[in-house]
């Protein structure tokens, strides 16, 4: 007896209508939805251009064996469900949110870009519900205004693009508004139509499926689960060429410990050399497969070694201990072939680069330059850091120049705002003196870290927040985080901070002040840490980080006022 009911492919919006429906649901023991929204506009792209994005698994849910739920901001599961998702999580929830309107981000499609003759990619970009500009982006006249399309709209396929193209064109100067109705008509035919027509095969398993084969296929999925990448499709490639890809990238590794302990993905490698030596110096997935394996040849060793030279910046200057700290990967490809670039240099001029990157780096973090069409923003910037480094008195990058940071934006910063927050973490333990860890008081570092199970814990801590009626995104907010080690937190557990602040500070010996300052905390008699006020210890240490942002981001060496 076979286990397949079906397998042929579904239409992309039947499935997420069944998921809006509660009709297909997810088993209670699958993992929480982990995307960054990044992950979720490269998927986009991937499926407006028709691309297969892998396949689903579904059992019909006739026995009810497991316990099952909805998909992350769906509706609850419906009791009368049909389906059960083996495997397809990530993405269906991914897409549901995007084109359902729900999470934390809404995705929009620049039609104007589209016009204007840009790629689908860059025209496609989100935005987090919190930010000042949500509400404005959900009118209806300023879409129209900016021909900017929310991707829910698309739930209701070209039916619901079509009214929502007529009643845009309404609001336009009726001698205009034949020339864009045409345009927006063929945007239909050249991209929103791949979105009614996009099918995903789906294997669906029968009921009679038996519980124990359930879970072993399960758990085969989440070992085996691996798609084939550019640098595989390149290794291959290139192995007529006599280039061993693979046998060069684990010589990098083994030559620079930087590269393997951050676990770098040699896509990024190949995408520097794209930038450093390519024809179109773009590092858009069709110009990385079109490297030539003597570009590539060329400039492997340079790119390897400014590479290694981007991470030793990210880690001694910026206080990046770790990969997970790292707040957009996606930056180390212009890094490292701005770097590739100019590898020649020598002399003053070296500390001068090293302070520029610093300087970039910081701007793009904070203005989260990177969260949209990252391979855009890294041709642009590795040209323009490329004449910077080469006068340093000239105009520095569109990133640095126009940077604008509202720090108000930091009380709504959570681990959930994932890039936000590693950015902010950094900065603590770069702008005050160095960061001394709470119990050895030594140095932070990356063995240190790992060593005494240092991590992001509350200042104030959790539990005692929440018996105060504070909800957990005030709890959260990165503003009441910095790294604190296990022993000393477990110590704290839900302590008022006076309280436990003054056992630190009796201890003999323990340099109070100065491992507070060194994490940029508040430590002064009138910090709301000795007198338990919340609100008035966030306003403290929001002033210190802005100004540690200002100063990061402007180059100018101006010390942080500790309160």
Not at 135 to 145: C, D, I, N, P, V
Not at 199 to 205: A, E, H, N, Y
Not at 422 to 449: E, K, Q, W, Y
Request: aromatic letters at 10%.
């Amino acid at each position: 007896m076979t286990i397949y009911e079906d397998t042929n492919p579904k239409r992309l919006l039947d499935l997420l209508a069944l998921v809006e429906a509660g009709d297909m649901v997810l088993p209670d023991f699958q993992r929480d939805f982990v995307w960054e929204p990044s992950a979720t506009q490269s998927l986009i792209v991937s499926i407006a251009n028709s691309y297969p994005a892998g396949s689903i698994l579904r059992v019909r849910d006739r026995e009810r064996v497991f316990s099952a739920r909805a998909f992350e901001g769906a509706p609850p599961a419906s009791e009368h469900h049909t389906f059960l998702v083996l495997d397809g999580q990530q993405r269906l929830t991914s897409l549901y949110q995007a084109f359902y309107g729900k999470g934390d981000h809404r995705y929009y499609l620049s039609l104007q870009k589209l016009i204007d003759g840009e790629d689908f990619e860059d025209a496609i970009s989100y935005l987090r519900i919190t930010r000042s500009a949500f509400k404005r982006r959900e009118e209806l006249s300023y879409q129209a205004e900016h021909l900017l399309l929310p991707l829910a709209v698309l739930k209701g396929g070209t039916g619901a693009y079509l009214n929502w193209m007529l009643m845009v064109v309404a609001t336009r100067p009726a001698e205009g508004r034949d020339q864009l109705q045409q345009q927006l008509l063929k945007i239909r035919g050249d991209w929103i139509d791949a979105f009614e027509r996009y099918d995903f095969p789906v294997v669906t398993l029968s009921a009679e499926t038996e519980p124990a084969a359930l879970c072993t296929i399960f758990e085969t999925l989440n070992r085996t689960g691996v798609k084939l990448s550019v640098f595989e499709l390149l290794t291959a490639r290139f192995w007529s060429h006599d280039l061993r890809l693979r046998d060069l990238w684990e010589q990098a590794r083994a030559d620079h410990p930087l590269i393997s302990r951050f676990d770098v993905d040699p896509y990024y490698l190949l995408m520097a050399i794209a930038l450093a030596g390519g024809q179109a110096r773009s590092c858009k997935r069709g110009d990385v497969l079109n490297l030539a394996a003597d570009t590539v040849t060329i400039w492997w060793p340079r790119v390897v070694k400014a590479l290694d030279r981007a991470l030793t910046i990210l880690v001694d200057d910026c206080w990046v201990l770790q990969p997970r700290w790292l707040p957009y990967a996606t930056m180390l490809p212009p890094m490292a072939a701005a770097l590739a670039c100019v590898d020649a240099t020598r002399g003053v001029l070296v500390g001068a680069q090293r302070e520029q990157i610093r300087r970039w780096f910081w701007c793009s973090v904070f203005s989260q330059a990177y969260e949209n069409a990252p391979n855009t923003k890294s041709t642009r910037d590795v040209n323009e850091l490329i004449a910077w480094f080469a006068d340093p008195q000239a105009q520095p990058p569109e990133t640095v120049r126009s940077f604008r940071f509202n720090p108000d934006h930091l009380r709504e910063v959570t681990p959930r705002q994932r890039s936000l927050y590693r950015a902010t973490i950094c900065l603590m333990l770069a702008s005050g003196n160095a960061p001394l860890d709470f119990h050895t008081r030594a140095v932070l570092n990356h063995h240190l870290l790992e060593s005494n199970g240092i991590d992001d814990h509350h200042i104030f801590p959790a539990k005692y927040l929440e018996d105060r009626r504070f909800d957990a995104r005030q709890r959260d907010v990165v503003l009441n985080r910095c790294l604190i080690d296990r022993g000393t937190n477990q110590h704290i557990s839900c302590l008022a901070p006076a309280i436990y602040m003054a056992e630190l500070r009796d201890q003999p010996g323990f340099p109070m002040q100065l491992v507070l300052q060194s994490h940029l905390i508040p430590c002064d008699t009138d910090s709301g840490l000795w007198n338990n006020d919340y609100e008035c210890f966030l306003g403290q240490r929001q002033a210190l980080l802005a100004a540690a942002i200002q100063q990061a981001c402007s180059g100018k060496a101006q010390a942080v006022q500790l309160a």
